[in-house]
C-alpha cells in the first residue's frame, strides 16, 4: 500500500522536471539523492525514464535505457533533451541528454512500446533467500546520501571491509517512506547496488559506472501487483580487467517474477 | 593463424565505409551478410564499431556499444553519422545513427576508451563444452545467408524443430574464410545467436532484435592472442514475456578468456 500523504515523496521531488520548450525539460539535483560525489546514477537514470514519460508524444512504457555517464553532475539546475528517433507502429526509439552550460553530462537512448499477450514464460529462477522478515534491516553508510531512501535487507554482499571470493549480492529493497514501484522508481532500484569492486576488495576504490542498460519486463499492472512490497535485487561480476569490469543484475518482485534486468560496466582502479 | 590472401576478406567488403564529410560515412549493404530480412544485425553493430575506429579524432578502443534497431534496413546504401558527445582524458562518448533517405533505420551510442594496468581478476568461467574437433561442423539453414560466414560447432542449442525446455545455446565460432579477430568481428559475433525463441518453441516465429548492448573486456592485444582461433559464444534468455524476452551472451576466448559480454531485448509473438 501506498502511504502518501499531502508532501510530495522525496522521490518525486527529485525527479521534478519543467518544461522549457517542447522536448527539453528542466530539473535540479536533489541532496537527498546524492552519491559520494554527484548524484546517485539510478535516480539519474529514473530522470530519463521521466523526461520521456512527460513528453507529450511517446508512446507506450519503458522496454529498454542505456545511459552513459560522460562527465560530472555539478548541483544545481540541469536540462534534459528528449528526441524521438523513430516511431512506428509498436515502439518509439529516443535520444536523450542530460547537459549542464551547454555540456553533456550523460546522453541516453531509450526504447518504448506497447506489449501483447502471446507465448508467456518464466525461465529463470530469482535465488533462494530468506524473506525480508528474516533478515536485518541494513543499508549504506550514512555518508551515501540516497541510499536512506531505500529500506534494504541483505541476504549476501552487505559493505564491509573485507575482501569477498566473490562479487554476489542479493537483497530485498523498497523506498522508504513508502512509495508503490512505477518504471521511474524500478529504474533506480536498478543501480542500487554499490560497485562489485568495493565487495571483492574490502575497500573502497575510485570507481564509476560508464555504461547502463536496462531492459524491463515488467508491464504497468505487474508493478500495480508489486505495490510497495520489498523487490529482490541481485547481481554479480563476470570480470575485472583492465580498468573495467561488468555487474549484471535481476530484480523480482515479491512474487517471484523478473521485473527488470540491468547491465553495467564500470570504470575503477585499485 | 590469419590466412589472408590478395583478396578481401567478405567481411571487411561489407564494412567498407567511404567518408563523405567529417563524421559522415557511406556504406552498402552486402548480400553475403543478409539475414532473413535485411542484414544481419550483427554486420549493423560491426559498422558502427568501424565508423567510429575510422573517425580521425577517435581516442582508445571500444567499451560498450548499445544498437537500438528502430527500423528496417532496405537493400543498399546506407549513411552512418557519427558525433562525440564528449571526450574525456581516457574515454570518449559517441552517438550514432544509421539512415536511409533521411529516415533513421538504427541509433546507437558507444564509449570508447584506453585501459591501464590494475587489480585483475576472471570471476566468471566458461560453460564446460567439448573442444571443437571433438563437435561436428554445424550452422543454419542455407537460406540464412550470413551464418555460412561462420565456421560454428554446436554444443548446444543447434537449430532443429524440436520444443527446448531452456534456452540454452553454445557453440564454437569462427569466420570463414580465416580471418584475424578483431573489435568489428568480436561486435558481429555477439550477435551469432538466432533468436533464443526459435530454440524454446521448436519453430520459427516473427522476432527481432529491439536493442543490443555489448560489454568489451578484450584490449587489442587480448585479440591479437586470439588471432583466428574458435570463439566460445554461450547465451541463454531469462524471460519472455507480453512480446518481448532477452538473451544474454558471453564469448570466450580459446583459452578461456571472457571477451566480452552481449545482451538483448527482442521482439516476438508465436
Keep these: 500500500m501506498n502511504e502518501a500523504s499531502n508532501t510530495t515523496h522525496p522521490f518525486d521531488d527529485a525527479l521534478e ?3 522549457i520548450t517542447p522536448g527539453v525539460y528542466l530539473g535540479r539535483t536533489s541532496a537527498p539523492y546524492n552519491n559520494m560525489v554527484g548524484p546517485f546514477g539510478g535516480l539519474t537514470a529514473a530522470t530519463f525514464i521521466r523526461a520521456v514519460e512527460q513528453h507529450p508524444d511517446h ?10 555517464f560522460a562527465g560530472p553532475v555539478a548541483e544545481g539546475e540541469f536540462e534534459i533533451s528528449t528526441r524521438a528517433v523513430r516511431t512506428n507502429r509498436s515502439n ?3 535520444y536523450l541528454e542530460l547537459s549542464q552550460n551547454g ?6 537512448t531509450a526504447v518504448f512500446g506497447t506489449r501483447r499477450e502471446t507465448w508467456d514464460d518464466d525461465e529463470a529462477s530469482p535465488p533462494s533467500v530468506p524473506a525480508p522478515s ?4 541494513g543499508g549504506l553508510p550514512e555518508f551515501i546520501a540516497w541510499a536512506r531512501n531505500y529500506e534494504m535487507r541483505f541476504s549476501a554482499g552487505a559493505l564491509n571491509e573485507q575482501e569477498s571470493p566473490d562479487s ?7 523506498d522508504t517512506p513508502s512509495r508503490a514501484l512505477d518504471f521511474a522508481s524500478l529504474t533506480s532500484m536498478c543501480d542500487i547496488f554499490y560497485p562489485r569492486v568495493f565487495q571483492r576488495l574490502g575497500k573502497y576504490v575510485p570507481a564509476g559506472t560508464i555504461s547502463l542498460t536496462i531492459h524491463y519486463f515488467a508491464t504497468a499492472e505487474d508493478l500495480e501487483t508489486q505495490s510497495d512490497s520489498f523487490v529482490l535485487a541481485h547481481a554479480q561480476s563476470r570480470r575485472f ?3 573495467y569490469f561488468d555487474q ?3 530484480l523480482w518482485s515479491s512474487d517471484e517474477k523478473l521485473l527488470a534486468t540491468s547491465h553495467q560496466v564500470v570504470y575503477y582502479k585499485s
Tied chains: 1, 2.
Design 59 to 68: 508512446l507506450g512504457d519503458p522496454v529498454s535505457l542505456t545511459i552513459n
Design 241 to 243: 580487467h583492465r580498468g
Design 103 to 108: 555540456e553533456v553530462a550523460t546522453s541516453a
Design 134 to 137: 528474516e533478515l536485518e534491516a
Design 168 to 174: 554476489a549480492i542479493a537483497l530485498w529493497v523498497r
Design 92 to 94: 518509439q526509439h529516443w
Design 248 to 250: 549484471s543484475a535481476e
Design 17 to 19: 522536471l519543467h518544461s
